[in-house]
């Protein structure tokens, strides 16, 4: 029966111009364009969950909100108009269904289809595409000319949770934040939350609300800096100018802002490094322990800074709400964590804030003409394409920076990509790496532990363009929207190109078996 149901599906496959899998920012975002600056190109977006959203969707736990403002967070073509700028969840959710709704794209989406599977076929120039549908799990294919992959690069079915001793003794309840718990009763508990990582750092705060206490325990500091959440509309450019042009020029603000201070973290680490623990002084007085709770041993962007918005992390502090504890766990015990000083903790309910798990694509099995591709083994090329994989992007945003920054270009540059090919009637593109010289590296530079953890999992970089993954806007403008696209790396070729090698390796083989026989 599932034989038949599978031949009946191949026998119904629906073609597409461009397929894109993810409803999340990055999706709506390449939609937009697509509709906009491809208009003949057919389209539509494959969804593994049941709602438009990505990430904003996902995670509903307490306090969830942005890390960047949402001047570069908000799409270009779609100025976001709220005062608060950094957003949270719910708001950016609403933005992005709105989004959607407003351009039409929210009709060209199919729910609860999870793509499993991505067939290159040369000789055809097209991907068969595998999903399954529905609670039922029915096999459903598509085919499609250029694919592009707008996942994200973490596991959306579950986070990263460390085993530590005596988990299955603890009388309370542990929750991972990707999976918050609906029906989660915090009011008056003791809460330890692990971790001091962005998510962290949101969720103390907002819980400290409601809870009796919630302590931070952390194996080592983080960066932590504080940030208005607010725009004035009364005052400075908002106050005298349009207000998309207001809009513009506070986008070009931040870009140029972040750019600046990333470079002068990379320039001059220690000089800053006192800067961020003087700021976190100026909240928390002198009397608290700076170099033990908020003196990370690495420098900064090493790892991800986090973002405090109006200074609510260290207002809990203050207020007697939060303490953190920086210690290793030895331990859970019946009523909470011991810790290896000797300390322990009493806990009612335990948030592991430990991070994601990676998983580029979602996991997506990628095959390029019968060989399977081991995306460990492959170089990304402009931060968006891989060598030897033919007509397929993925939408990859900065550590750095605002993720719709970098997803934005990469739209734009397979716009242009689509539209060159067409001109010239080639239906392949493939990046090609010609020296083989050059030197590689990991894709990521962070030491976060996530990105640690996947390092052996996802695709590398060179040091050198176009295999360099820039963390920067200006020179990824440069890279994708201005630079030429056949740029002697990118490979175009005819669907005949592929036919006439075909006929010209039978013969080949043809000649050598016959000169075998004599």
Same mark, same amino acid.
């Given at each position: 029966t599932n034989l038949n149901t599978e031949k009946k599906n191949m026998a119904t496959i629906e073609h597409l111009d461009v397929l894109i899998v993810g409803a999340g920012i990055s999706g709506i975002g390449t939609a937009y364009y697509l509709q906009t600056r491809c208009p003949q190109k057919r389209f539509t977006l494959l969804e593994s969950r049941e709602a438009i959203g990505g990430t904003w969707d996902l995670f509903q736990y307490p306090g969830v909100r942005s890390d960047s403002d949402m001047h570069t967070l908000g799409y270009s073509f779609r100025p976001w108009q709220d005062a608060k700028v950094i957003a949270d969840g719910p708001s950016i959710l609403q933005y992005i269904r709105e989004t959607a709704a407003v351009f039409g794209i929210d009709q060209q989406i199919r729910f609860n289809h999870r793509v499993r599977r991505?067939?290159?076929?040369?000789?055809?120039?097209?991907? &068969?595409?595998?999903?399954?549908?529905?609670?039922?799990?029915?096999?459903?294919y598509f !085919?499609?000319?250029?694919?592009?992959?707008?996942?994200?690069?973490?596991?959306?079915?579950?986070?990263? !949770?460390?085993?530590?001793?005596?988990?299955?003794?603890? &009388?309370?309840?542990?929750? %991972?934040?990707?999976?918050?718990?609906?029906e989660l009763d915090y009011t008056g508990k003791q809460v330890v939350v692990i971790g001091s990582g962005a998510t962290a750092v949101t969720l103390v705060p907002a819980m400290a609300e409601q809870a009796a206490h919630v302590t931070m325990l952390q194996r080592s500091p983080t960066y932590i800096v504080s940030r208005p959440s607010r725009v004035d509309g009364t005052r400075g450019i908002h106050r005298v100018l349009p207000g998309k042009l207001a809009y513009r020029l506070a986008r070009w603000q931040s870009i140029l802002f972040g750019i600046y201070f990333y470079n002068l973290t990379r320039r001059r680490p220690e000089a800053t490094k006192q800067t961020l623990l003087r700021l976190v002084r100026m909240q928390l007085g002198d009397d608290y322990d700076?170099? &033990? %709770?908020?003196?990370?041993?690495?420098?900064?962007?090493?790892?991800?800074?986090c973002l405090a918005p109006d200074g609510d992390f260290f207002a809990a502090i203050k207020a007697g709400k939060v303490s953190i504890i920086t210690d290793h766990i030895e331990t859970f015990t019946e009523k909470g964590i011991r810790l290896l000083s000797g300390n322990e903790l009493a806990a009612n309910i335990v948030v592991t804030a430990t991070g994601l798990t990676m998983k580029i694509m979602s996991g997506v099995q990628l095959v390029v003409d019968d060989v399977p591709v081991d995306l460990a083994k492959t170089l990304i090329y402009k931060g968006t394409m891989y060598r030897d994989i033919p007509n397929l992007a993925s939408a990859l945003g900065y550590v750095n920076a605002s993720w719709t920054l970098k997803c934005e270009l990469i739209a734009q540059h397979i716009c242009r990509l689509l539209n060159y090919m067409d001109r010239h009637a080639y239906t392949q593109c493939t990046p090609r790496l010609w020296d083989h010289s050059i030197a590689e590296e990991p894709m990521m530079g962070l030491t976060s532990g996530y990105m640690q953890r996947a390092r052996d999992t996802m695709p590398r970089q060179s040091t050198r363009n176009p295999w360099k993954m820039h963390q920067n806007y200006l020179r990824d403008l440069l890279s994708l929207r201005f630079s030429s696209v056949h740029d002697g790396t990118m490979e175009f070729t005819r669907r005949t190109d592929h036919a006439l090698q075909k006929v010209s390796a039978g013969k080949d083989m043809e000649e050598e078996t016959t000169k075998r026989r004599h």
């Open positions: 991505a067939t290159w076929s040369s000789a055809d120039a097209q991907w &068969t595409v595998e999903a399954v549908r529905g609670p039922d799990q029915e096999i459903v !085919t499609c000319n250029f694919l592009c992959m707008c996942t994200g690069y973490y596991d959306y079915d579950q986070g990263y !949770t460390p085993v530590w001793p005596g988990v299955e003794q603890f &009388t309370g309840r542990i929750v %991972h934040p990707q999976q918050w718990p609906e700076l170099e &033990t %709770h908020f003196a990370p041993a690495y420098n900064p962007w090493d790892q991800r800074l």
